[in-house]
């Protein structure tokens, strides 16, 4: 399951629910090692910090360089930017 060209993170939900099928550290093991991607344990009754840590995983992604935050996932920022309506633009339209 290697696909450097997509951010991936695997989240392990309810971790506060003692019965698991498997250990965290084999979980942990089988997704940072065999499928090269990171891994975050959450539960829901501990708030946003932990939606934070997915999200920090996200970015620190290789596939999620400086250019491909710059241009967007539409295409270069020329482009999403032309699409913009200004004042201007929509007076020459009328």
């Known amino acids: 399951m290697r696909t450097a060209d997509v951010p991936i993170v695997v989240v392990d939900n309810k971790m506060n629910i003692p019965e698991r099928k498997v250990h965290p550290i084999v979980a942990d093991c089988l ?50 930017t032309s699409r913009r309506k200004t004042p201007s633009n929509r007076l020459n339209m009328l």
């Open 31 to 80: 997704v940072t090692v065999e499928w090269e991607h990171p891994h975050v344990e959450v539960s829901a009754k501990n708030g946003v910090e932990e939606l934070t840590a997915i999200f920090e995983e996200l970015f620190i992604h290789p596939a999620l360089n400086n250019e491909t935050l710059m241009t967007g996932i539409f295409g270069s920022s020329q482009t999403t």
